[in-house]
């Protein structure tokens, strides 16, 4: 059976050490903050300026000059800190946050990642998403394992424009994970959802990619 | 440009764009989403009609709130953003050719105006290199990393807001209502900043100000701010999950 979105993020979380500075894109991603394992400490960055993101204020505590990169009201912790955009993308840029988490639309095989515009669409921008997979030491993209008519968004090479060149490290779909030691590699199948078989996530995929013997199903 | 004989300190927000405020110009406007925004600076830009506007904004606004009053009433002919999502005018105008925009990776318009402000030509970054941000602009590779070239950027015009400013035009933000506002300050040629509260000198602490009053040659406190929230979340007192 495939992963729920929750799933999905649960399993992005497993990824998560002690210590980690981390950013979390809109969408799916941000479910990542709910499966924080136990005993692992964790930053949350928020682009627009803000480290040590807190949970969504209780009702009648919002505050309109306290919000995260998705626009929502959050709240802060006893460690948190403030800064300008322009600090914040140095921190993103210059390699300072471990590991980002971001949504896609299609990932090559070469780990291309095009998450930001459907040409012929409304454009709304690429917001920070360059800028993260560009600076951040590890990139995970979560999204679903094909499109809504079914075609596959893990391809040879990607058709929509890229948001950036072999950024991606690690891929979670609702069926399978797949992972790659470096940029320099392919990945390889590293898990399947429950009662997945290779052949099934082979059949919905274009990308090449090398099955793991110990992928466990 | 040298304060007015009467300080920095201008009665409010029409009076201190009135003399400045003329067609066709750039204008740096602080706030990510509606955060942070300088909401009556917006409005006084409005009020007065200046048209053919290029806005450097993180965002557009929404519909009719922030830089969607000026979307609303046409004023702005250009926009240079990261993203504009939330803004259905903005979305009718640019399929209509009535709008030009420049998207521009956010940290990358964050340093370019960051640059700007600094006295720097521009800069190499990883960010955009491989996508279509780079076409037309220089790279160049270091140890095997395409960078691209990317170039500062100044106004004529910057407004901000802050959440304290002294009669010296020294500021203080909070929280993440900071964002763009203090690399703007730095990158017009005039900066104008509006505040919740105006101090009396002496009162902000030195080791604490995070505009120094150098970058901003007119301040104006603003009265009754509406600070709206674009995405209302809240979670009960009962429940674990952190996000929704």
């Known amino acids: 059976m495939p992963w729920s979105r929750e799933q999905m993020a649960e399993r992005a979380a497993r990824e998560l050490h002690d210590g980690f500075y981390v950013n979390l894109g809109i969408g799916i991603p941000t479910l990542v903050a709910n499966y924080i394992p136990a005993g692992i400490k964790v930053v949350l960055q928020s682009e627009n300026g803000m480290l040590g993101m807190g949970p969504f204020p209780y009702e009648g505590e919002e505050d309109p000059d306290l919000i995260n990169a998705g626009k929502q009201t959050i709240t802060e ?53 360059m800028d993260l997979v560009a600076g951040v030491r590890r990139v995970i993209v979560l999204m679903e394992h094909v499109a809504r008519d079914g075609s596959p968004k893990f391809k040879p090479s990607c058709e929509l424009p890229l948001t950036g060149a072999s950024v991606v490290d690690m891929l979670i779909t609702d069926l399978a994970v797949f992972s790659r030691p470096d940029r320099h590699v392919g990945f390889d199948l590293i898990e399947l959802a429950p009662g997945v078989t290779e052949a099934q996530v082979r059949e919905r995929t274009t990308a090449r990619f090398r099955s793991a013997a110990r992928a466990k199903g | 440009m040298a304060p007015a004989a009467a300080g920095k300190v201008f009665p409010d927000a029409v009076a201190a764009l009135a003399d400045i405020a003329r067609d066709g110009m750039s204008v740096l406007s602080g706030g990510f989403g509606l955060c942070g925004i300088p909401e009556h600076l917006i409005a006084a830009l409005h009020q007065l009609g200046v048209r053919q506007l290029t806005v450097i904004s993180n965002n557009a606004g929404i519909d009719e709130l922030g830089l969607g009053l000026l979307l609303k009433s046409r004023q702005i002919r250009k926009m240079i953003s990261s993203y504009v999502g939330e803004n259905k005018e903005f979305e009718r105008q640019y399929l209509n050719g009535e709008l030009e925009i420049e998207f521009n990776p956010q940290g990358t318009l964050a340093e370019r105006i960051r640059a700007g402000g600094a006295g720097i030509y521009g800069f190499y970054t990883r960010t955009g290199a491989g996508t279509q941000v780079a076409q037309g602009k220089e790279t160049r590779l270091v140890d095997g990393e395409p960078y691209v070239l990317e170039t500062g950027l100044t106004a004529d015009l910057a407004i901000v807001k802050a959440w304290k400013g002294d009669r010296e035009g020294n500021l203080v933000y909070r929280k993440t209502a900071r964002n763009f506002n203090p690399v703007m300050a730095t990158a017009g040629r005039i900066t104008v900043a509006e505040v919740e509260q105006l101090v009396d000198v002496g009162t902000l602490d030195p080791d604490h100000i995070h505009t120094p009053g150098i970058f901003v040659h007119r301040i104006v406190q603003g009265r009754m701010y509406r600070k709206p929230i674009e995405q209302r979340t809240v979670r009960k007192r009962s429940s674990h999950a952190v996000v929704a």
């Open chain 1, 77 to 129: 912790l006893p460690i948190s800190s403030y800064f300008s955009s322009a600090d914040s993308f140095g921190m993103i840029r210059g390699g300072h946050i471990d590991l980002s988490v971001l949504g896609g639309m299609e990932v090559s095989e070469h780990g291309d990642l095009a998450n930001w515009m459907v040409p012929g669409k409304v454009v709304k921008g690429m917001g920070g998403a």
